[in-house]
């Protein structure tokens, strides 16, 4: 046999191979789409049915989101809508609001979330270690929001936490630090009510009750503590360390001495005076032995976690040692005022 042959051989055999994976691929295309219309592709086109505002989470998977319209009955089945998508290339969609219809299509409601939500949303960033003040701010700066009116709702009392204790009236600390997307319907209310219950629905995932129970503590009160761990910490690594100092501490009866504690008395973040160390009040940790009656912000979930378990260590004091926040510990006070110096030497403090 010459070469010839061997290669035009090779080519029709090649030929003959692409033309049968043409020809599954073909098949497989269409048993999706038989199976996709079993399931339901071609239900009512939903004009004229009942309106469905459904709202698209962040992160959802298209998954998710054919789940989520089942259950809304905005499709007739998830695994249709997750095929359509697969054979159609859709996806992933965005979040926010959607109008969309009982009884629709599948290919319709895809269109639909492939345009993007009709509802436009204002967004909130909440940062951990805000106070409420600081919150009311950044509501007010929203369009159509209001700083004062967010006040009014949160004096009102009439948006709790399920973790506040009877006689508190602060909901300091008690809301959670995240991105919000807010509706333009959706007035301070809706947002308190909001940020208040994701406070509780994380303290819930975290089981936070239970590990505080098992210490003989609250809810409120690892709050409180992890709002100071918060306020003095800048780093997830020193957490822990600065949980420990604060528990040898509170043990042996040494007052806190946080200075986040005296921001949070005068309100503001500037610069400490000797005038806040003097002032008195139960938010002066330099005066005032113990916890303060409040958390004065709000905590992320490493605070928490470091409010819960403290590192088992000799130290009694803490300074700000790099300028990326790293801090430097220490037992004695005699070693403590070395770590100042060399902080101020080395323009950190």
Known sequence: MNSGDVSGG????????LIALTLALAVLLLSALLAVSM????????????????????????SD???????????????????????TSAGPFQAGKYELNE?????????????????????????????????????GSLRSMSSAKFLEVVASG?????????????????TWPDTYYIAEQE????????????????????????QARAQGKTVYEVTTLASLIQGESRLDEDRPLISGVIANRMRIGMLLQIDATLLYARGDRGPLTSEDFARPGPYNSYKTL??????????ASPSL???????????????????????????????????????????VL
């Open 39 to 62: 399931l339901g592709l071609t239900a009512g086109s939903g004009s004229g049915s009942k309106r469905v505002l459904v709202d698209v989470k962040s992160g959802s998977s298209v």
């Open 305 to 347: 976690i470091a409010a819960l378990t403290p590192s088992n260590i000799p130290y009694l004091y803490y300074v700000l040692y790099e300028k990326n926040g790293k801090h430097k510990f220490a037992t004695t006070y005699a070693e403590h005022l070395a770590n100042i110096a060399d902080a101020r030497r080395r323009g």
């Open 65 to 87: 989101i054919g789940a989520q319209l089942t259950r809304e009955n905005v499709v007739p089945n998830a695994l249709a809508f997750r095929i359509y998508a697969r054979v």
């Open 290 to 299: 113990g916890l303060p009656p409040t958390p004065i912000m709000t905590v």
């Open 10 to 17: 090779a080519v029709k055999r090649r030929k003959v191979i």
């Open 103 to 139: 009884s629709q299509s599948v290919p319709s409601a895809i269109k639909a979330l492939s345009r993007g939500p009709k509802i436009s949303y204002r967004i909130l960033a909440l940062p951990p270690g805000l106070t409420i003040a600081e919150i009311a701010q950044r509501v």
């Open 187 to 210: 007035d301070e209310a809706v947002v308190l009510k909001r940020i208040v219950d994701r406070y509780d629905s994380e303290i819930k995932r975290m089981k936070i009750e239970q």
């Open 158 to 174: 009439s948006i709790r936490s399920k973790y506040q204790p009877e006689g508190i009236a602060s909901l300091e600390g008690l």
